[in-house]
């Protein structure tokens, strides 16, 4: 039997993702590198590794859709969406049910409210100012501390003295990390202070635009693999939440089970 294949590609702001699915939006493969200069170049490598993974050609694609800060750039897509639209499509398939998506990328977040059925109510984002994204964590855990992105959830879950950081300003935030490692506070300590800021952050945002953070709660994006920030969001919500098992491709996916959509659309109205 011959598989129909559709592509969703998510050409982020930091890194550029694609999963391919078949026309029972099952997930075929996802591939994800870091966006460069020029984003359609990011979107056919990132699309060429998925094919590869599978080897099928890119003759094979049925439709493509885009999405993310990049999508217009991606001269090869059928069509592109809004990314909220492609998170929301993207979550079901993960959880059914979601009431509330978090997203955390590199340089932005996101709060997005879905009704019963799996649509979107009302949501907020930031992708102005680098606090409350994974870039804070980045810039000041990198380059002030010298923690590497994968050990950050360790060292949160292991403070027992969690400092506090004020600003949310990443420019104030740094002076404040500074001030605390000439006092020789311990890491771990700056760092989960570093999560508590952040997740504030996030809440503060949602509950701005009138968010109630309604059960069930997922979040997605790279900061989703970090326990240590997905304990942080509970302790501070004082609700359960559900980090996504492929965190970083829910838009992409999104955007291919649109693809799946608009082919079938195109394909009833030319019967």
Known sequence: ????????????????????????????????????????????????MALEEIDKPVEDVAYIVSTGYGRKAFSRADKNIPEIIAHALGTTPFYDGARTIIDIGGQD???IELDENGMVTRFE?????????????EVLAGRLLGVDMGDLSDLIMKSQNPCVISSMCTIFAESEIISYLSQGVAKEDIVAGMSRSIVRRVIGMGRAGQMKFVEPIVISGGVAQNQGIVNEFMS????????????????????????????KKECDRDV
């Open 1 to 48: 039997m011959i598989t129909i294949i559709f592509a969703g590609v998510d050409i982020g702001s930091t890194t550029t993702k694609c999963v391919l699915v078949d026309e029972h939006n099952n997930m075929l493969t996802f591939k994800i590198i870091f966006t460069g200069f020029d984003r359609n170049a990011s979107g056919e490598e990132v699309l060429e």
């Open 109 to 111: 977040s996101k709060v």
């Open 125 to 137: 984002m930031n992708d102005k100012c680098a606090a409350g994204t994974g870039r804070f964590f």
């Open 236 to 263: 501070q919500l004082d609700k359960k939440i559900t980090a996504i098992s492929i965190p970083q491709s829910t838009a992409a996916l999104g955007a291919a089970i649109s693809a799946v959509k608009e082919y």
